[in-house]
């Protein structure tokens, strides 16, 4: 039996990320800890993996500092790391709305 990656199992729930995604980072929905937790779980070694430019996205929404880190670590991601139903100018504009 083959497991699924954790960044899959958390990462297609978060497809698509869209302006309106960001009832994700609400109180309602768990907040920063809940974001912080599911992030952690999903990628622990970093965000070169399967949908870590969604969970970065993701972990923009937990505050501004989290937001900073993230679109540091967008920065740096491989091309190749990218989804194809994604972009890193759209990436980089989506965390960059939750870092001001």
């Known amino acids: 039996m083959v497991l699924p990656e954790p960044s899959a199992i958390v990462g297609i729930q ?13 109180d309602a929905a768990g907040g920063g800890d809940q974001i912080g937790k599911l992030v952690e779980a999903a990628a622990p070694a970093g965000f070169d993996i399967p ?6 996205m993701y972990s923009s929404l937990a505050g501004r500092e989290q937001a900073g880190e993230a679109l540091a670590a967008a920065r740096a991601l491989p091309t190749a790391t990218i989804d194809d139903g994604n972009s890193r100018s759209y990436l980089l504009a989506y965390i960059m709305a939750n870092a001001s």
């Open 14 to 26: 978060l497809v698509p990320m869209a302006p309106v995604s960001a009832y994700l980072g609400t």
């Open 51 to 56: 949908f870590g430019d969604y969970l970065l």
